[in-house]
C-alpha cells in the first residue's frame, strides 16, 4: 500500500469570544476562551488516516504542542518525523465577535523551523509508490519537493493559504493540484470560469482537484473531467471541512486504489459529515460512518 508524507502545520489555536473586536489602546475582557488544535497539515494528516491511509507527519512543535503529537500518535499517523524545537509551536489568536466575524493573528512559531536536514531524513524509506503532501503553512517545501521527486515519488500541493511565494515553488514538479477557486484563480492567472482548464493548461503534467464549496469538487486531468457534487446537509460550521476532503480523497485514490470518481464520491460524503459537527479535527468522520 502506498504512503504518504504529510508536510504540515501543526498549530494550537486560541479563540476568545468578545462583544466587538479590540480596538487600539483598548483592554476588553473576553466572553469565552476556547483552546483547539490546528493546522491545515494537522488536520489533513487527523483525516488521512481515519480514511484508513499509512500517513507519516513531517513536521515541527515547540515544547507547548507535545499534546498536539499525542493526538496525531492516537490516530495512527507516524510522528518519526516530527521535531521538538526551541520555538513556540504555531499558533492562532482569534477574536470571533457577536456577529461572527472572526479577527486572526497566526504565529509561524516552529512550522517555520524546520532543517533541511530534518525534510532529507524523513524521506528515508520512500519511494516511487508513495506521496508527499503539503501545503503552504511550513517552510522548505520548495526543497521536499525537490528531494521527493528525486526518489520517484508522487507530490499532491494545497497551496493553502495562496501567497506571492507560492510562484516560486517548483509547480513543474507537482502531480496533483488540490485547490478552491480562489487559489486557483491565483495560481492559473484566469477568471474562476476558467481556471481549472487553466491550470491543466499551465502544468500538463499534473492533475487539478478543485474544490468548489456547497457545490462539490471536479477532477481534470488532460481531457478527463469527473464532477460530484456536494452532499446537501445542514452546515453548521464548515472548519476542516476542504482538509477532510483531502484526506478521504487521497486515501481513497491511493491506499485503496478506488477510481476518481469513487474518490470524488466518498470525499464529498466526508466532507459533508464535517460540516455537520462543530470544530476542526474533531469533525472529521472515521471511515466507518460513511
Known sequence: MSRI?????????????VDHFVRPGETLASLQYSVFAGGKGFNQSVALARAGAAVA????????????TQRLASEGVDLSSVAQV??????????????????IVLHAGANHALSAQAIER???????DDWLLTQNETNGIAEAMKLAKARGMKIAFNPAPMTDAVQGFPLEMVDLFIVNETEAEALAGASI???GEA????YPQAAVLLT??????????????????????????TTAAGD?????????????????????ALACRAAGIAVTRLGASDSIPRRDEL
Not at 254 to 261: F, I, K
Open 5 to 17: 508524507l504529510n508536510l504540515g502545520s501543526i498549530n494550537i489555536d486560541h479563540v476568545y469570544s
Open 57 to 68: 507527519h513531517l513536521g515541527a512543535v515547540g515544547a507547548d504542542g507535545l499534546w498536539l
Open 86 to 103: 526551541g520555538a513556540a509551536t504555531g499558533h492562532a489568536m482569534i477574536q470571533v465577535s457577536a456577529s461572527g466575524e472572526n479577527a
Open 122 to 128: 524523513a524521506m528515508d524509506g520512500f519511494g516511487p
Open 193 to 195: 470560469e476558467m481556471a
Open 199 to 202: 491550470l491543466c493548461a499551465c
Open 212 to 237: 468548489l464549496g456547497a457545490e462539490g469538487a471536479v477532477y481534470f486531468k488532460d481531457s478527463e473531467r469527473h464532477f460530484q457534487s456536494a452532499e446537501r446537509v445542514e452546515a453548521i460550521d
Open 244 to 264: 477532510t476532503f483531502i484526506g478521504y480523497f487521497l486515501a481513497s485514490l491511493l491506499a485503496r486504489d478506488d477510481g476518481v470518481e469513487e474518490s470524488l
